[in-house]
């Protein structure tokens, strides 16, 4: 891939994406994800794993740093959450809420932005919001 003139410059890498990464893509299969962090990690590129959404609750980082929060979500119960990976002396980071449905804050946030609730009507029914 690195001679192949398909891929020498941005602009040809980027005309020949789709192939580019299939080519990736078949060449990143030869070796598990493990191996090639070892791999790119020895020769100074740092990385590592891509987690699902099991994976990063389960990593030890996560545990030992216990980052991991419980709170409840309106529709989905008591959900875990991921909140910051660096805790500050004076900044204490925590989570108020699970994030929010689509919309959810669209009528608090036009309010606060000055808007009465006829205008907000108005604006619902002129589907711009």
């Not at 001679?3 to 990143?28: C, G, H, M, Q, W």
């Not at 990690?41 to 740092?46: F, K, M, R, S, T």
């Not at 990593?59 to 909140?83: F, N, S, W």
Request: charged share 25%; aromatic share 4%; hydrophobic share 40%.
């Amino acid at each position: 891939m690195a001679v192949n003139p398909n891929y020498a410059t941005d602009v040809s890498r980027s005309n020949n994406r789709k192939a580019l990464n299939a080519e990736i893509e078949a060449f990143t299969r030869t070796k598990t994800s493990a191996a090639w962090i070892d791999l790119l990690n020895d020769a100074g590129v740092p990385c590592g794993p891509i987690n699902n959404m099991e994976e990063v609750f389960a990593d030890p980082q996560v545990r030992h740093l216990g980052i991991a929060r419980r709170v409840a979500h309106k529709t989905l119960g008591e959900v875990e959450v991921i909140g910051q990976a660096v805790e500050l002396s004076r900044t204490k980071w925590q989570i108020h809420s699970a994030t929010p449905e689509q919309g959810e804050h669209t009528d608090a946030i036009l309010g606060e932005l000055g808007y009465d609730a006829d205008a907000i009507t108005k604006l619902r029914s002129g589907k711009v919001v």
